[in-house]
C-alpha cells in the first residue's frame, strides 16, 4: 500500500498542499524554503562571527591594559 498523505504548505495562514500545486507553484515553494534555510544559516555564522570577533577584541584590550600596567 502506498503512501497517499499531503505535505501540507501554510502560506499566509492559508493551508495548500504541495502535491496540488503546479510545477511552478513547486518550484517557488522549494526556492523559499532553501532561502529560508540559508538565511537561517546566514544568521548561524554571523552569530560565530560576532563571538569570535568578541572575543578577540576582549584579548586585545586586555594586552593593552598589561602594556599600560608594565609602562
Known amino acids: 500500500m502506498g503512501n497517499?498523505?499531503?505535505n501540507p504548505v501554510t502560506i499566509d495562514g492559508v493551508?495548500?498542499?504541495f502535491e496540488d500545486?503546479?510545477?511552478e507553484q513547486?518550484?517557488?515553494v522549494n526556492h523559499v524554503?532553501?532561502?529560508d534555510r540559508k538565511l537561517a544559516s546566514a544568521r548561524?555564522?554571523?552569530d560565530q562571527l560576532q563571538v569570535?570577533?568578541?572575543a578577540f577584541f576582549s584579548m586585545l584590550k586586555s594586552k593593552l591594559e598589561i602594556a599600560d600596567?608594565?609602562?
Open 52 to 54: 569570535g570577533r568578541d
Open 69 to 71: 600596567v608594565e609602562a
Open 4 to 6: 497517499n498523505t499531503k
Open 33 to 35: 524554503a532553501d532561502l
Open 21 to 23: 500545486m503546479t510545477q
Open 15 to 17: 493551508e495548500y498542499f
Open 44 to 46: 548561524f555564522n554571523t
Open 26 to 28: 513547486q518550484t517557488l
